[in-house]
């Protein structure tokens, strides 16, 4: 069992900047897909970003399209970490933010093809 904790999230203004976290448990975290999912009230689910496990080398990196360029997941194996850099906010980015690991070492954009979720960390863009 593989547990996540999100951290990083907070009240900005459009155009600011915020870094997520998601501190991760297992010793094979670093093989695992991660991805990070937001999610307002009454919506389903949205796939963000994922990075790939395995090797820094043969990282690979996807995005949704309405946040490619603002964006960029990494990670730190040797920390358990995983991290959305998350630049020039638009209130659309408001929501719960959440990451999950899959045990596969690359992922999709499907929430179902993920095992392990966090609680989410709440991200709010506002004037």
């Known amino acids: 069992q593989v547990q996540l904790v999100e951290s990083g999230g907070g009240s900005v203004q459009p155009g600011g900047s915020l870094r997520l976290s998601c501190a991760a448990s297992?010793?094979?975290?670093?093989?695992?897909?991660v991805a990070w999912f937001r999610q307002t009230p009454g919506q389903e689910r949205e796939f963000v970003a994922t990075?790939?496990?395995?090797?820094?080398?043969?990282?690979?990196?996807y995005y949704t399209d309405s946040v490619k360029g603002r964006f960029t997941i990494s990670r730190d194996n040797a920390k358990n970490m995983v991290f959305l850099q998350m630049n020039t906010l638009k209130p659309e980015d408001t929501a719960v933010y959440f990451c999950?690991?899959?045990?596969?070492?690359?992922?999709?954009?499907?929430?179902?093809?993920?095992?392990?979720w966090g609680q989410g960390t709440q991200v709010t863009v506002s004037s």
């Open positions: 990075i790939s496990g395995g090797r820094s080398t043969t990282y690979y990196t």
């Open positions: 297992g010793r094979t975290f670093s093989s695992y897909a």
């Open positions: 999950a690991a899959s045990r596969v070492v690359v992922g999709s954009g499907s929430p179902n093809d993920y095992d392990y």
